[in-house]
Structure formats: C-alpha cells, structure tokens
C-alpha cells in the first residue's frame, strides 16, 4: 500500500515536517537527495519552500517538476526516528 502524506511543514534548512494517513509523522533533511537537474533548483531556499503536496498522488512536489515518492518519504522517516 502506497503511503498517503497528508501534512507538510518546511523547517530550518532543507528539513521539512511529514504527517502520514497512519499517523507516523517526523522531521526529514532532504538535503543529500537535492542533487541532479531537477533537484538543484530546490538548492535555493525560496523554491524548497514552494513545495506542496499533490491532491492525487498524495507525495511532495514542486512547481519546477520534482518530486519524491511517497515510499521513499515515509522509508526515510522512519528510518531517521
């Protein structure tokens, strides 16, 4: 079953804060996955902060195209608690 993400919050830095249908919620640093032509972008504050949660796909997007599967989200969250 895909995870559906229900809540984001930016933070300091490149951190933002997930909140998942099951409940599980966190802080995650994407900082390390914000390379290659898409990611980069996101480099600048300003464009990390434009992220939004896509109404269908229930994962994070950008206006610039990126985005990051809400597997890989919910793996890496739990992971870091």
Request: hydrophobic letters at 45%.
């Amino acid at each position: 079953m895909t995870p559906k993400l229900l809540e984001v919050r930016t933070l300091t830095g490149y951190s933002l804060h997930l909140r998942f249908a099951d409940g599980t919620e966190g802080e995650i640093d994407l900082a390390a996955e914000l390379w290659g032509p898409v990611f980069e972008p996101l480099l600048d504050p300003e464009r990390f902060r434009e992220v939004q949660i896509h109404p269908e796909l229930h994962t994070l997007v950008w206006p610039n195209g990126a985005d990051f599967a809400p597997e890989f989200l919910f793996e890496t969250l739990r992971r870091a608690a």
